[in-house]
């Protein structure tokens, strides 16, 4: 069973930094690209961040500069590092995973497995 639980998110003010985590189990982790996304109340799902089996990253506008994506094969492990938070970054963040990758690798659509996501809040 594929499983991806995501952990680290808690409660900051603005300015401040967090380090989330993705622990994989349940398939050949180097072997696929992963994600980060955020999902805000009342606002569609965006890709933050991804990275590919061979360590490429993309990032979004909106973070590139604040947050940090990087993979721990060895672990089974995928971080978002975040830092300069805002209040507009509060939401869910979740990990997801595809085997290979895809075009377009901040698109929600490109992904088959899902965690059940961490949330952030930021204070102003």
């Known amino acids: 069973e594929v499983l991806l639980v995501e952990s680290g998110g808690g409660s900051v003010q603005a300015g401040g930094s967090l380090r989330l985590s993705c622990a994989a189990s349940?398939?050949?982790?180097?072997?696929?690209?992963l994600a980060w996304f955020r999902q805000a109340a009342g606002k569609e799902r965006e890709g933050l961040a991804s990275?590919?089996?061979?360590?490429?990253?993309v990032y979004a506008d909106s973070v590139k500069g604040r947050f940090t994506i990087s993979r721990d094969n060895a672990k089974n492990t995928l971080y978002l590092e975040v830092n300069n938070l805002k209040a507009e970054d509060t939401g869910y963040f979740y990990c997801?995973?595809?085997?290979?990758?895809?075009?377009?690798?901040?698109?929600?659509?490109?992904?088959?497995?899902w965690g059940q996501g961490t949330q952030v809040a930021v204070s102003s």
């Open positions: 349940g398939f050949t982790f180097s072997r696929y690209s």
């Open positions: 990275i590919d089996t061979g360590g490429q990253t």
């Open positions: 997801a995973a595809v085997p290979s990758g895809c075009f377009r690798p901040l698109m929600e659509v490109c992904y088959t497995y």
